[in-house]
């Protein structure tokens, strides 16, 4: 069973050795198994995370040694594409730099003022790291804390103005950018994560039941593809640590990939791409269970494969 409540995302495809087994049958449509090659795993070489609820630290802002700069806008939930030329690369790094918080690795204190006790409290954590062509440069820092309990940092303001605005890279000159104006990401791969669990003597959606999720059943879709009992591909845990739980996983391609997420979303505005997490659960009322999906697309510096991966995407260089 998937995290449920959990934010949505989007993955590949390359193999898939007889999972269409079970019923409701689909129509004839995408294959999950005809993928295209994945490129090879692309360096790092700046990457901003935040800590989210949905499980750890989740990439914002990535900068590869090729030139491409994605952004991931959290409230819309898009994962936005630019790319920079080589001297533009060098221009965002001489920008990180002329911070000063980037000369070695460190966590940005938060020290409590005289006679406040340490508060119960989440604190907000944001972490960067650079490349430096012989290790990682990281720094943590808490972005935002109550003025009337932690005495003020220079520093700490610094990097969270820096968190607002490396995603624009506003500093870049016009001869940095190959390509200044961002798209959709376009993935060329996507995991999809998918399982069935059963419900109990609870049935889903009981009689009266009402909400978008109840409108539908399993039973009642046009699928691609005949739905496999327990979910696509082969058992799966997630590498985000002991709060996961088993389902499965399958690389698939992106021509299955939209044709899923139709059937899942039909209501999403100019479908899948550049979504970073997409999620939908289906009532499937004659195995007295659910059907959970989850997509998100495969990043440039992730292998094609399900192996270590993490649902969200807590990804490290």
């Avoid at 700046?46 to 914002?60: H, L, M, N």
């Avoid at 990682?136 to 935002?144: C, Y």
């Avoid at 791969?189 to 009981?206: E, Q, R």
């Avoid at 399993?218 to 996961?244: M, Y």
Wanted: aromatic share 10%.
């Amino acid at each position: 069973m998937l995290h449920r409540g959990a934010i949505p995302v989007l993955a590949l495809a390359v193999a898939l050795a007889g999972c269409a087994t079970a019923s409701p049958s689909g129509s004839a449509g995408p294959s999950p198994t005809a993928s295209p090659a994945p490129e090879p795993p692309t360096q790092i070489l700046f990457r901003f995370e935040s800590f989210e609820y949905i499980g750890g630290f989740v990439p914002r802002v990535t900068l590869y040694a090729d030139g491409r700069l994605l952004t991931w806008d959290l409230q819309a939930d898009r994962l936005w594409l630019r790319t920079l030329t080589d001297s533009g690369i060098d221009e965002f790094v001489a920008g990180l730099r002329a911070t000063g918080s980037f000369d070695r690795s460190h966590n940005v204190p938060i020290e409590l003022l005289p006679g406040v006790e340490m508060p119960g409290i989440d604190v907000e954590a944001h972490r960067f790291r650079l490349w430096t062509g012989d290790g990682w440069i990281e720094v943590t820092n808490a972005p935002r804390v109550p003025a009337n309990v932690f005495a003020p940092s220079e520093e700490r303001d610094a990097l969270a103005a820096l968190a607002d605005e490396v995603g624009e890279a506003a500093w870049i000159s016009a001869d940095g950018w190959l390509d200044a104006n961002p798209i959709p990401y376009p993935a060329t791969a996507f995991l999809l994560f998918s399982g069935f669990y059963g419900a109990g003597p609870d049935a889903p959606c009981p009689p009266g039941t009402e909400g978008d999720i109840c409108a539908r059943d399993v039973s009642s879709i046009d699928w691609p593809v005949s739905l496999p009992d327990e979910g696509f591909g082969d058992p799966f845990r997630s590498a985000d640590g002991t709060q996961s739980v088993v389902d499965h996983c399958m690389l698939i391609g992106p021509a299955f990939a939209g044709a899923l997420g139709s059937v899942l979303l039909p209501d999403l505005a100019g479908g899948i791409e550049g979504h970073l997490y997409l999620y939908a659960t289906i009532p499937w009322r004659s195995r007295t269970g659910w059907y959970d999906f989850v997509m998100r697309p495969l990043l440039p510096e992730e292998s094609s494969t399900c192996a270590g991966k993490s649902l969200p995407p807590v990804i490290g260089p």
